[in-house]
């Protein structure tokens, strides 16, 4: 039989099959290119370029693709044949390797925030041989950044890169500081673990709301919702459980590892970790599993929903975004380790972390800023939009007690000091592991909880590689003096904690008193995406850009309108497609439903006189007061989304937050009373308890 290890990356041009198919040179020139980041050599990519395009023929391929990640967080390819036309009515098939480095998609509809202007409208994308090239419906795809001419970024993946290099490279600085001269590279790791519904194909179909806007606008909750816990890591049914087979399959084929599935709480819920790798390479495999998901639910009957809040009422989708760094000789920074020295490295990089986050609470809430995740974050089921870390106890006595320059639970005589004593051990899995933190230690990586289900994880990423880089870079130049390190790390532990712990809570951070506590600790508490995304332009978040390369002062602002002319339009959009279901099929099916019951009373009247009908007389005068109502809301809700039309954008996404969304939740609750006292046959939606109970 078959198994997951014969299949496992036969899709994927990867290592093994490089070093089968490369001239052993060429191979080698490859890789050393590629681990010193340089731009290859013409002769090496065409070479490549060759063995690339006869791999994926063989396997049954006509084209290839420049894969690229737009502003737009999905993927982008435009796709072009192998076949050259030669004499004789026939054709060659072709690769360059100028094709493989370089291509240039008419790619001028993409949103570019100003960058681009008309006479400057394309840009090019650029192979980034660190992601390997793969097979997806007979075409090769390859992975690539998308520049302007300019030299401007256009997409996720440019910043992305370059967030990666500016880590790795403060990390390396003070590893060595450290002593660790074997090390010669640092790399930063991301396991994403992704939550998604799958519905019924059918009913998907039936709701305008989620073919066009990803969400139910619309529905009463069900008489069943998730209170009885019974969903979660519940036994997986059938069709789900056949569902999930196919997908890891796929999954596996193109060298995705994707390695846990669960339900999860809500009903209709499940998740798919997979296991982490080199943050540009997961965030490719993320996007890749996203569409997959989406791809293989359709086989199987299913609609696959990756939007952060499909359903109200029950818990919207998350990505938890698993993060670390990593040394090549294969040591994990943020494993607290098991002698002084490597204890105190560990306390170097967990303080940057605290002050990183602290510093830059701002931008860590506006990397997760969307139309979608403002339905979830402080929701109860996710993070609030307070930014703030979790530790741990053990690991928070340990730092609490280095500040007060006293002992570790009695553990010493004297006061901690670093590079001299070693840390208590921390239990692996403590079991105060603190679901409610947006941001937790989790024993050796950091996990943030904040992303929606829908993000590309290239923006929370870029935020957490540069601001640590930040952070690392300040702390080199303190200690890379310092006659005596431990007691210039112990100090530099000591004081970054202390400046910087109030961004610490080891609480409940779905609590109402946590929201009180976080004011009178100063902490920002950006409610919505507009608020969040205003902060993305601040002097001093220009300025760290800037510093590290990642955007210039031009990239950030052109980011910025990107940023609110999509979460203006998003809600634009389901503003209109709420008005079109409410107008054109729920006011005439309760119309109709009213005037038949109307002349049902008539009638019985005129059979039996005197007959009394005051309940059915009363629903008749409920529901043509409903649909009154619903009309009036509805004209307000096209009013604001007429007005707003006039603004552009952080302007047009403010006043989209403050008069459209409640606009549209008047409407909604009015709707959804009226569900409830509507024929169920009459109502022209498949209704929550349908659609989230009925899956088997
Ligand atoms: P939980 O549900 O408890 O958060 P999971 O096992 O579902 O845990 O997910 C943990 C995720 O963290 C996995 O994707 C895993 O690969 C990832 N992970 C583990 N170690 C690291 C690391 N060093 N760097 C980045 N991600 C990591
Ligand atoms: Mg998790």
Redesign the pocket.
Known sequence: METVADYFGCLVFNDETMRERLPKDIYRTLMKTISDGKDIDITVANSVANAMKNWAVEKGCTHFTHWFQPMTGITAEKHDAFISPVSGGKVLLEFSGKELIKGEPDASSFPSGGIRATFEARGYTAWDPTSYAFIKDDTLYIPTAFCSYTGDVLDKKTPLLRSMEAVSSEALKIVHLFGRYDVKSVRT?????QEYFLIDKDDYAKREDLILTGRTLLGARSPKGQEMDDHYFGSIRTRVAAYMRDLDKELWKLGINA??RHNEVAPCQH?L????ATTNIAVDHNQLTMELMKKVAERHGFACLLHEKPFAGVNGSGK?N???L?TDTGV?L?EPGDNPRDNAQFLIFLVAVIKAVDEYQDLMRCSVASAGNDHRLGGHEAPPAIVSMFLGTELNEVLEAIAGERAINGQFKSSMELGVHVLPKFPKDSTD?NRTSPFAF?G??F?FRMPGSSFSVSGPNIIINTIVAKELRGFYEELKDATDLNAAVTKLVRETYKAHKRIVFNGNNYSDEWVKEAEKRGLLNLESAPDALDTFIADKNIELFKEFGIFSPVEVHSRYEILNEEYSKTVHIEALTMADMVNRKIIPAVAEYSARLASGIVAKKSAVPGLSCEAEESLVSRLTSYIDQLSEKIGKLTAVTDESMKLEGSARAHYTRNSIVPAMEEVRKISDELELIVDRKVWPYPTYGEMLFYVR
């Open positions: 790791t991301v396991g994403p673990e390695k846990t998740e970790a997979p296991v982490f938890h698993n993060w670390s990593s994990n943020l592991r989790t050796n990586k996990e």
